[in-house]
């Protein structure tokens, strides 16, 4: 499966990764590259992670890491992972 990133998706994890380099930028590296291991993970088990909350779609998943949610889509149809975007835990989408 390949992995696609939405521009949403890119958009926030810029913005949180500045956010996190203004106290540590070795912080925010570390957890640029960890965020996108487990990203480019999901495509060995992809209903792994729990249905969005915010969408009536057994496609669409939850990857809750370190505070964060990101949300992606399975599309069976073209084999992919679409990356929709990321936000803070228990904010709305």
């Not at 570390?30 to 969408?55: A, C, G, T, W």
């Not at 009536?56 to 990356?83: H, P, W």
């Amino acid at each position: 499966m390949k992995i696609i990133y939405q521009t949403k998706f890119v958009d926030a994890f810029k913005d949180i990764l500045d956010f996190i380099a203004l106290d540590s930028k070795n912080s925010a590296i570390k957890f640029r590259n960890d965020v996108k291991d487990k990203i480019e993970n999901i495509h060995h088990m992809p209903f792994k992670y729990k249905q969005s909350l915010y969408f009536e779609n057994e496609n669409i998943r939850e990857l809750t890491f370190k505070g964060y949610v990101i949300v992606y889509e399975i599309d069976k149809i073209s084999d992919s992972i679409i990356i929709i975007g990321m936000k803070k835990y228990k904010e709305k989408f």
